[in-house]
């Protein structure tokens, strides 16, 4: 049962100048959906994108709740799952906007997690060179990260969100009633980005979900104090450095990692999922941060513990199947975004919450450690 409108619970503001929006967080969002988008823009049609385990649930009480404030709307369902971040799903969305005669001032609106999120988001971010964008986040994931800051794209057979853009949505609306069917595995793997932020900068942040994460994971108070945590977190970064110039690197705290883990999987959600391959990740940049000598084996083992406690996987050996060798992941990692020059850039750690960029990186010794960790 959808909670009835209310006023949402909490607001994070992204300060970025005239293209500055608000994250409204708590529940009933959906419903009063209609009722947020219209006091903010003027645009009267919307195509709505979602997926198939999304549409049953909450595209109707969205497309309603549109509908209730003269805002007329089409909508597309696409196949569920990593590999929908692709050309090949580019293409209807595309399609759907233009077919349905969306202008600018319209808006074109992603109801669903963070595929959903970044497919949308790219779509609208080159549709008439750039439309107005919406974020109605519905994983957990999604409402702590992907909706918010702009990083939009689709994913390529060599590597993770290789092609795409930066296009900042108008408003998020993360309504926390719906994450009650999201998957346990799903809301694990959302919660390592969450942990994500306590282990860059936040570690007191950091041992309130080792005392908390139980209520997190319940529901309530708790939980949508840890989304509003994240997303003030993740708001402060890109109001800093939009373009990842910078700070906002370290957004990609286990990410370079990770993301070789879900290239090497081919994407395939059954084996990996990117909060899945974010923990694993996280888990290596620490234990190669001891490595390397710049943070105690205790802080990499305490990071372990916790993720392990809520049920993540937290090494190689945890995903199921063949993985690739070393050299293999090496190339996925030469193909990072953050690459510099040929040099690898890493976000490394002096501690819990103690992380920082560590640029030029050498390769040998990434390597080494990967045939280390190697399961094969
Ligand atoms: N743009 C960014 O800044 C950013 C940040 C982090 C992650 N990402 C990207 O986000 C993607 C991962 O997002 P995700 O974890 O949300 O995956 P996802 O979009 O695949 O959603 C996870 C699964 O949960 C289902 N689902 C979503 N909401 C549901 C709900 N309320 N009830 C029931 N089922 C629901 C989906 O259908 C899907 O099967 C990756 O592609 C990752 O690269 C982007
Ligand atoms: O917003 C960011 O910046 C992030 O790095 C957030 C990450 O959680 C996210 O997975 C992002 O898509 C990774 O960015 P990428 O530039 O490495 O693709
Ligand atoms: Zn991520």
């Not at 108008?170 to 069917?181: E, G, I, Y």
């Not at 050996?317 to 090496?330: K, N, S, V, Y």
């Amino acid at each position: 049962m959808m909670s009835q409108v209310k006023p949402a619970e909490r607001k994070v503001r992204v300060n970025l100048g005239d293209r500055s929006y608000d994250i409204l967080i708590g529940p009933g969002l959906i419903a009063a959906a209609g009722r947020e988008i219209a006091s903010r823009l003027k645009g009267r049609k919307m195509a709505v994108i979602t997926d198939e385990n999304v549409a049953p649930r909450y595209l109707e009480p969205l497309m309603a709740s549109l509908g209730r404030s003269g805002i007329e709307a089409v909508s597309l369902v696409l196949p569920a799952g990593e590999k929908t971040k692709s050309f090949e799903h580019l293409i209807p969305v595309c399609d759907a906007i233009l077919g349905a005669r969306i202008e600018r001032n319209d808006a074109v609106v992603a109801l669903g997690g963070g595929v959903i999120g970044d497919l949308t988001g790219f779509a609208a971010g080159i549709v008439r060179r750039g439309s107005r964008f919406i974020q109605v986040p519905t994983s957990l994931l999604a409402q702590v990260d992907s909706s918010v800051g702009g990083k939009t794209g689709i994913n390529s057979p060599h590597g993770k969100n290789l092609i795409g853009v930066f296009h900042q949505p108008d408003l998020v609306l993360a309504d926390t009633d719906v994450l009650d069917s999201l998957s346990p595995r799903e809301f694990r793997a959302g919660y390592a980005e969450v942990a994500k932020y306590g282990l860059i900068d936040k570690p007191d942040f950091f041992k309130w979900l080792e005392e908390n994460w139980q209520a997190v994971f319940a529901g309530g108070a708790a939980r949508i104090e840890a989304i509003a945590v994240s997303c003030q977190a993740k708001a402060e970064v890109v109001a800093a450095d939009e373009r990842e110039n910078g700070m906002r690197a370290l957004l990609n705290l286990g990410h370079t990692f990770g993301h070789a883990l879900e290239a090497a999987t081919e994407y395939d959600s059954s084996r990996l999922v990117h909060g899945e391959g974010v923990a694993i990740g996280m888990v290596l940049a620490h234990e190669f941060s001891a490595r390397m000598n710049l943070a105690s084996p205790d802080d990499a083992r305490r990071v372990e513990a916790h993720l392990k406690a809520v049920g993540l996987p937290t090494r190689m050996d945890d995903i199921c199947g063949h993985l690739p060798p070393a050299e293999r992941l090496m190339e996925a990692i030469a193909q990072d975004k953050k690459v510099k020059g040929g040099k690898l850039t890493f976000i490394l750690t002096r501690g819990i919450g103690r992380s920082f960029v560590a640029d030029d990186v050498p390769a040998s010794e990434v390597l080494g450690f990967l045939k280390e960790k190697h399961p094969q």
